[in-house]
Antibody, heavy 119, light 113 residues
Framework: EVQLVESGGGLVQPGGSLRLSCAAS????????MHWARQAPGKGLVWVSR????????NYADSVQGRFTISRDNAKNTLYLQMNSLRVEDTAVYYC????????????WGQGTLVTVSS | DIVMTQSPDSLAVSLGERATINCKSS????????????LAWYQQKPGQPPNLLIY???TRESGVPDRFSGSGSGTDFTLTISSLQAEDVAVYYC?????????FGQGTRLEIK
């Protein structure tokens, strides 16, 4: 069974940093592109970033470009999102998800981790 | 960026009746080389992550009941639930994966009338 379990969320002040993790199991992690998406409270889904299966290629939404860094450790079956210079508007539930290719649907999602940016 | 616009924003349908949700993209998501529409539909129930229902605009994901169907091509797409069940109450999102950034529609909230 595919499992994606996010962790690392919490309360952080504006301008602060946080690193999210997503532990994957039940599939060959190193074969899949991985994504982060987020959902502000009561709002819709927004794609944040993706990383190629071998970590060699990454893409970001304009709203996080230069502040967030996606990475992965295929030996540990873990996806990361380093979030710096956090803003109030980054407050959201952050989901990790997998896809079979660069341009592919998101077939499995984690339960999400809540990030709250507030003073 | 490709903008995805869903209609309506909310919808109330009686049990057993048909529900129809529309999605329009600001540019075509039909890829010429394989004639596939890079369009997916997701269902999100309260407190849960999204769940993939439909991909390539009309292919049902494994395990999805056949009362869910997708149609359309190019820029105009539709998700249809043929006979609404109580467990279908959720927010539904369309999503294009034709180009980055991947973008979602704003969501359509489906309720029981």
């Amino acid at each position: 069974e595919v499992q994606l379990v996010e962790s690392g969320g919490g309360l952080v002040q504006p301008g602060g940093s946080l690193r999210l993790s997503c532990a994957a199991s039940g599939f060959t992690f190193s074969s899949f592109w991985m994504h982060w998406a987020r959902q502000a409270p009561g709002k819709g889904l927004v794609w944040v970033s993706r990383v190629k299966s071998d970590g060699s290629s990454t893409n970001y939404a304009d709203s996080v470009q230069g502040r967030f860094t996606i990475s992965r450790d295929n030996a540990k079956n873990t996806l990361y999102l380093q979030m710096n210079s956090l803003r109030v508007e980054d407050t959201a539930v952050y989901y990790c998800a997998r896809s079979s290719g660069a341009l592919a649907r998101l077939t499995s999602w984690g339960q999400g981790t809540l990030v709250t940016v507030s003073s | 960026d490709i903008v995805m616009t869903q209609s309506p924003d909310s919808l109330a349908v009686s049990l057993g009746e048909r529900a129809t949700i529309n999605c329009k993209s600001s540019q075509s998501v039909l890829y010429g080389s394989n004639n596939e529409n890079y369009l997916a539909w997701y269902q999100q129930k309260p407190g849960q992550p999204p769940n993939l229902l439909i991909y390539w605009a009309s292919t049902r994901e494994s395990g999805v009941p056949d009362r869910f169907s997708g149609s359309g091509s190019g820029t105009d797409f539709t998700l249809t639930i043929s006979s609404l069940q109580a467990e279908d109450v959720a927010v539904y999102y369309c999503q294009q994966y034709y180009s980055t950034p991947i973008t979602f529609g704003q969501g359509t909230r489906l309720e029981i009338k």
